[in-house]
């Protein structure tokens, strides 16, 4: 069974910085693509960050909004994906979800962290 | 970008009803070299994190209910549930697969009465 359990969520100021990370397990993790969505009540679900796999040499994508901002990340040997986040704005607030691409982007979905970005 | 535009926005029906809804997109979703179009739907139910429920348009996810079906080509996508039980209350979203950035609909409510 694919499970993504993601932490490192909380408060942060603006201007702050938080690290995500996401601990996958029940698949090959260094196989498959992996990406963060986030979703708000203001801008709903929106794609985040995307990375490939080794053989890509780590290729990676972003949205618009966030690059330069947020750095995605992986570590293969411990089935963790990451998200660097950086000079934060409340725009940033939402629910981060670690997503798993199999026959669709966004096949499988972690529960969340919830990330609040306010003074 | 590719603009998602789902309606409408919400619907409350009785169970056992036939429910439509609507997805298009700004730009084809269609992939020429191998005629998929890679239209995605989800469903989301309260308090939930969105689930897969049809890719390629109208592929369904294994362990996904005959009831739901998708179909469209091009820009204009629909997803029906044939008969709806109470426990399809939830949103609908449906999504750009086909390029960068990954974009996603407003989403449909459905609420049953």
């Known amino acids: 069974e694919v499970k993504l359990e993601e932490s490192g969520g909380g408060l942060v100021q603006p201007g702050g910085s938080m690290k995500l990370s996401c601990v996958a397990s029940?698949?090959?993790?260094?196989?498959?693509?992996m990406s963060w969505v986030r979703q708000s009540p203001e801008k709903g679900l929106e794609w985040v960050a995307e990375?490939?796999?080794?053989?890509?040499?780590?290729?990676?994508h972003y949205a618009e909004s966030v690059k330069g901002k947020f750095t995605i990340s992986r570590d293969d040997s411990k089935s963790r994906l990451y998200l660097q986040m950086n000079s934060l704005r409340a725009e940033d607030t939402g629910i981060y979800y670690c997503?798993?691409?199999?026959?669709?982007?966004?096949?499988?979905w972690g529960q969340g962290t919830l990330v609040t970005v306010s003074a | 970008d590719i603009v998602m535009t789902q309606s409408p926005s919400s619907l409350t029906v009785t169970a056992g009803e036939k429910v439509t809804m609507s997805c298009k997109s700004s730009?084809?979703?269609?992939?020429?070299?191998?005629?998929?179009?890679?239209l995605t739907w989800y469903q989301q139910k309260p308090g939930q994190p969105p689930k897969l429920l049809i890719y390629?348009?109208?592929t369904r996810e294994s362990g996904v209910p005959d009831r739901f079906t998708g179909s469209g080509s091009g820009t204009d996508f629909t997803l029906t549930i044939s008969s709806v039980q109470a426990e399809d209350l939830a949103v609908y979203y449906c999504?750009?697969?086909?390029?960068?950035?990954?974009?996603f609909g407003g989403g449909t409510k459905l609420e049953i009465k």
């Open positions: 730009q084809s979703l269609l992939n020429s070299g191998n005629q998929k179009n890679y």
């Open positions: 990375i490939r796999l080794k053989s890509d040499n780590y290729a990676t």
């Open positions: 029940g698949f090959t993790f260094s196989s498959y693509w």
């Open positions: 997503t798993k691409t199999a026959r669709a982007s966004f096949a499988y």
């Open positions: 999504q750009n697969d086909y390029s960068y950035p990954r974009t």
């Open positions: 390629w348009a109208s």
